[in-house]
Structures are given as C-alpha cells and as structure tokens.
C-alpha cells in the first residue's frame, strides 16, 4: 500500500529486524552461489 505509514517506532523495528534477517539470507545465498560455482568449475577443470 503506496499511502500507508505505519507509527516510526514500529517501522523501526520493524526495519531493524528485516535488515538483519536480510542480511543473513544474503550471506547464505552468497554463500551457496559461491560454494555452488566453486564447485562447478573445480568438476569443469580437466584433471
């Protein structure tokens, strides 16, 4: 809803909690993205 503004304390709150799970989901992503095409090219490479 474009016109809609929750009270500041809440939204804060509310901020601070999604940022930190936000930044936790994109560790994890990385994380697998990155372990994930680590192992793609290690299978890749001729032995």
């Given at each position: ?27 994890a992503v ?18």
């Amino acid at each position: 809803m474009p016109g809609w503004i929750p009270e500041p304390t809440r939204l804060r709150d509310t901020r601070w909690t999604l940022s930190a799970r936000h930044v936790l989901v994109l560790a994890a992503v990385l994380l697998i993205g990155l372990g994930w095409a680590g192992c793609t090219v290690i299978r890749a490479r001729p032995s």
